[in-house]
């Protein structure tokens, strides 16, 4: 059975997460059969499946705990050294492996005649990862630099970072996007977030988009 992929991306703190809810909220009202493939919940699960080669690939003793493991990997995305790419590509490598073999599961799956599926990845760096070649249409999901800033922030502090960390977090997680930001979009579906609105107005908003994003989904090409 074909299974058709929508990749959801966009900077951080853009509001992919909740535009992919919105994609899914359709999908259920649509009876559309979907598979979520979170990239940032499968990499955290993927680093502590192979905490002993990561761990050696960073050149670290092996009691280092799950917490500081945690902070090597994310320093690492937004390195240029050796290590750092042989970290990337390992993951990135890894998880599209994983990506596939649960895409291959999904379209197996038995459902109603004529009954249509998505496998949906939301992935901040699909670009940078490669896996936007995996997917039949992309959704990038836009907000404005200030609020994007301002929820960072918050987040991060409530995290246990002060303003000085949260804030050079936020700068080299910009830096982290510049491959994704020099690729043509022109292909791309757009969703202007905008969070300055009343909940019913960004949600009916949402709503509108992700239906249009899902029609975008399975025409025909």
Known sequence: MIVKTLGIMGLVA???????QKIIE?????????????????SKAFVLSHKKEITQMFGLDSDVTDDELKQYCYRAIFENSDPEHSYRNYVWNGLK?????????????QLADGQKRVFIINAPLLLSSGWYALCDTIA??????????????????????????STQRFYKT?????????????QFR???????????????HLELEAMVVLNTVFEDK
């Open 97 to 109: 492996q994983e990506l596939l073999e649960k895409r291959e599961k999904f379209a197996s799956l």
């Open 174 to 186: 910009e830096e982290a996007y510049t491959e994704e930001k020099t690729v043509d979009r022109t």
């Open 14 to 20: 853009a509001g992919k997460n909740y535009f992919t």
């Open 190 to 204: 757009t969703i202007i977030y905008k969070i300055n609105n009343t909940i019913a107005m960004v949600d009916n």
């Open 140 to 165: 990038e999901v836009k907000t404005d630099s200030d609020v994007r800033f301002e929820r960072f922030i918050t987040r991060d502090m409530g995290l246990g970072y002060d303003k000085k960390q």
């Open 26 to 42: 359709v999908c259920n009202k649509r009876q559309i059969a979907y598979y979520l493939y979170d990239a940032d919940k499968e």
